[in-house]
């Protein structure tokens, strides 16, 4: 996502093996990501600016 903000070429691909091999349970971080839910801000009317990740890192540059 952040090289494709940038125009810059991605990290070179690591196969999935590789990585549970080398991180092992914490590679589910970098081969899934997280997937975490503001529910408790959103109940309450909380409105973020940048909602989309890709919106933010193009309002940084």
Same mark, same amino acid.
């Given at each position: 996502m952040?090289?494709?903000t940038?125009?810059r070429p991605?990290?070179l /691909?690591? /196969?999935a093996?590789?990585?549970?091999?080398?991180l092992?349970?914490? !590679? !589910?971080?970098? &081969? =899934?990501?997280?997937?975490?839910?503001p =529910?408790?801000?959103l109940?309450?009317?909380f =409105?973020?600016?940048f909602?989309? &990740? !890709?919106?933010?890192?193009?309002n &940084?540059?």
């Amino acid at each position: 996502m952040i090289g494709t903000t940038l125009h810059r070429p991605h990290w070179l /691909p690591v /196969p999935a093996a590789v990585m549970k091999v080398a991180l092992g349970k914490k !590679s !589910s971080l970098v &081969l =899934e990501g997280q997937h975490v839910k503001p =529910e408790k801000l959103l109940a309450d009317g909380f =409105e973020f600016d940048f909602p989309i &990740l !890709s919106l933010a890192l193009d309002n &940084l540059l």
